[in-house]
């Protein structure tokens, strides 16, 4: 299945047909609040990251509909490779760097940026990009290398994963935005917004020792969730993920999508690689269990094109 083009005359809303993430015409379904349209999601394409995050958080009512004066903020990427951002396993520092800029110019008090990497946690910060970038934008670079970081919770909702080791610094946040990229992957089919969650925990070999798709669904019911899932989509690793082997591995996809929703936006982002959401077992599990909405007809989406 091709990608289909964005609509190209400004915001347009409506329902999405079949699978892929509402790239064909739909129907006008207009609505207002506080001069900003209502949408569950937003696709944005054919720009740089950091162009297309001020064109799509505005499309939300910008990110003081997220944030209060004098919040804590973290923002998670993925910087679980050390790879350079060509390579496209980690999270563009660019889009990373813009979110951080929206989070202050909202009046977060402070912001934290981490991952639990798989990589060596120092090579994956600095030849990823994101350290740079979002010291560069004002965020403090917390470590996540050291399993003091971390408290246990319960998860009373799972079927598999009922407890975990959470970073502390997600616990004590106001507000948590989940930003991952978009890649292939070896174990999980696709990282997506649900998957990124697991650089919060810290043993995540029990993940993939008792039934990886469950686990990714189980801690997506936990309760702190990401206030905004951010899926980073401008180049995408399109095979031998999670860490992909060159540059040759990698297609230029120039695409971003926004929503609360964890599960929608994961829905949405499935479709780039001309799947339906239905394709990844973790996504059957999480609509299953009632996480999120993984039909995409039932929808409000605004599609941007730079």
């Given amino acids: 299945m091709k990608r289909r083009d964005f609509i190209k005359t400004g915001i347009t809303t409506g329902l999405v047909t079949g699978a892929a993430l509402a790239f064909g015409n739909t129907t006008s379904i ?119 970081y971390y408290q246990s919770v319960s998860i009373s909702k799972a079927k598999k994963l009922k407890s975990a080791k959470v970073h502390e610094l997600i616990l004590e946040s106001d507000v948590f935005i989940n930003v991952p990229v978009l890649k292939h992957h070896s174990s999980a089919d696709m990282t997506l917004s649900m998957k990124n969650l697991m650089g919060v925990v810290w043993d995540r070999r029990y993940w993939h020792l008792h039934d990886l798709h469950q686990c990714i669904a189980d801690y997506a019911t936990f309760s702190k969730k990401p206030t905004l899932n951010i899926i980073d989509a401008y180049r995408v690793l399109m095979k031998n993920g999670p860490r992909g082997t060159s540059e040759a591995d990698v297609k230029l996809f120039q695409s971003q999508i926004i929503s609360t929703d964890m599960v929608a936006a994961d829905a949405a982002a499935i479709s780039l690689f001309g799947k339906k959401p239905e394709d990844v077992r973790f996504m059957r599990i999480a609509s299953d269990m009632n996480i999120g909405q993984i039909d995409l007809n039932k929808l409000k989406i605004a599609r941007l094109n730079m």
């Fill in 30 to 148: 207009f609505k207002t609040e506080n001069n900003y349209a209502v949408y569950d999601l937003v696709a944005v394409k054919g720009g740089k990251p950091d162009a297309m995050f001020d064109k799509g958080i505005q499309a939300l009512g910008g990110m003081k509909s997220f944030i209060k004066a004098g919040q804590t903020v973290v923002v998670k990427p993925n910087i679980g490779w050390d790879v350079s951002p060509e390579r496209a396993a980690n999270t563009n520092p660019a889009l990373v760097k813009r979110i951080i800029e929206h989070c202050f110019n909202a009046g977060a008090k402070t912001v934290y940026v981490f991952d639990n990497t798989c990589d060596n946690w120092a090579k994956c910060y600095q030849n990823s990009g994101i350290e740079k970038a979002a010291k560069e934008a004002g965020a403090k670079v917390a470590p996540a290398n050291t399993e003091s």
